[in-house]
């Protein structure tokens, strides 16, 4: 694993900000590798550049691959986990802010309709 956090800033002054870069990163998962249950109190978007994986979000399940994406806001317990025959490698960016979470639902609302019109 790769990973950058901002440490210019303490935490306190990052979640009082409008939105705050928190950290980013890259992984390579080994077979079935799994992250989690884990609670966030930042906002996390994975972008999924190879390979499967699970995610367990709010009593669902979603199944992913390359080119797939995934949001998981603050406050929510998650647990993820990498496909035992073709493991997933991705990359992530986090994070906070008091508006930080309407930002991060606009941006994906957005990107989502980008591709429904590119497909």
Request: proline share 3%; with cysteine.
């Amino acid at each position: 694993m790769k990973e950058y956090k901002e440490t210019q800033h303490s935490i306190h002054y990052k979640s009082l900000s409008d939105l705050s870069f928190y950290s980013a990163g890259y992984e390579k998962c080994k077979p079935s590798y799994s992250y989690g249950p884990k609670y966030r109190n930042y906002q996390l978007i994975h972008f999924v550049l190879s390979g499967e994986g699970t995610l367990h979000i709010n009593e669902q399940t979603f199944n992913l691959k390359q080119g797939d994406a995934f949001l998981i806001p603050s406050g929510k317990i998650s647990y993820y986990k990498a496909s035992a025959t073709n493991p997933w490698c991705y990359t992530w960016i986090s994070f906070l802010g008091i508006n930080s979470q309407n930002y991060i639902y606009q941006m994906m609302k957005k990107l989502m309709i980008f591709i429904s019109f590119t497909i």
